[in-house]
């Protein structure tokens, strides 16, 4: 498994934008310096009345292959 670190601060409305279709994916950068695309639909679950703010942690198969998405 690989694990990518990276911080992410949007704000409410422009989470909105991204989700209801504006654009569809969200594109971090890592602790390490890589650049990952990732649906915006990944986030939801951390969405609040503020927004998506924290650090987080992607987990993918040797594959580069979606496996989990945790805050941290």
Wanted: aromatic share 14%.
């Amino acid at each position: 498994m690989k694990h990518y670190y990276f911080s992410l601060n949007i704000s409410y409305q422009a989470y909105l934008a991204h989700y209801s279709g504006a654009a569809s994916s969200i594109l971090v950068a890592t602790e390490q310096g890589l650049r990952l695309q990732l649906p915006a639909s990944r986030f939801r679950p951390f969405l609040s009345q503020i927004g998506v703010k924290g650090r987080f942690r992607l987990i993918t198969d040797q594959n580069n292959k979606f496996i989990k998405l945790e805050m941290l």
